[in-house]
């Protein structure tokens, strides 16, 4: 019994441009990994993660371990969409790691105090400039949902072209 495991950027057509996601992201994590291991991204994210219902735990290991964990995390993801190109388990744990990331980084969003005001009068919902960092968040996490899907997702089933999902028995 012999199970198949197929990610999407094997296809052809519109699923190879997928890969292009997948790079930018690897490109992304690596990034905000590296910003983590500085003091001004440590003392710039203190404020989301002790307002954070999701991660709030996390300042038991100090403003700089708290960061430490985030860039270890953000780099494990990075690698894990590297190794996902070739290996489409590690392309689902990876995209799927990166859809939670950013729906918690998303959620500060809204968690953070006086980042957004509500109002019913003019002006229903206004955010400052640390507002318009974190809605950038809203396209990574749909980036990540795209990835995960298409990693779910097979190409087809050989000659007859039907679709399959992730596993087959």
């Known amino acids: 019994m012999k199970t198949e495991f197929n990610i999407a950027e094997a296809g052809g057509g519109s699923y190879r441009?997928?890969?292009?996601?997948?790079?930018?992201?690897?490109?992304?994590?690596v990034s905000f990994g590296?910003?983590?291991?500085?003091?001004?991204?440590?003392q710039g994210i203190a404020q989301f993660i002790a307002n954070s219902p999701f991660i709030s735990w996390l300042?038991?290991?100090?403003p700089r371990?708290?960061?430490?964990?985030?860039?270890?995390?953000?780099?494990?993801?990075?690698?894990?969409?590297?190794?996902?190109?070739?290996n489409p388990l590690l392309s689902v744990i990876g995209a799927f790691m990166g859809v939670v990331t950013f729906a918690i980084t998303f959620s500060f969003f809204f968690t953070t105090p006086g980042v957004v005001r509500w109002s019913l009068s003019?002006?229903?919902?206004?955010?400052?400039?640390?507002?318009?960092?974190?809605?950038?968040?809203?396209?990574?996490?749909?980036?990540?949902?795209?990835?995960?899907?298409?990693?779910?997702?097979?190409r087809?089933?050989?000659?007859?072209?039907?679709?399959?999902?992730?596993?087959?028995?």
């Open 17 to 29: 441009l997928l890969g292009i996601l997948r790079w930018v992201m690897v490109i992304i994590f």
């Open 34 to 42: 590296m910003q983590k291991f500085t003091p001004q991204s440590a």
């Open 59 to 62: 300042q038991v290991f100090g």
């Open 65 to 86: 371990g708290e960061a430490y964990v985030l860039g270890v995390t953000e780099f494990a993801i990075a690698a894990l969409l590297i190794a996902g190109a070739f």
């Open 122 to 154: 003019t002006d229903p919902m206004a955010w400052n400039l640390t507002g318009e960092f974190l809605f950038k968040d809203v396209v990574l996490l749909a980036v990540c949902v795209v990835l995960l899907l298409a990693s779910l997702r097979g």
């Open 156 to 169: 087809g089933n050989g000659a007859r072209g039907e679709g399959r999902w992730m596993l087959k028995p």
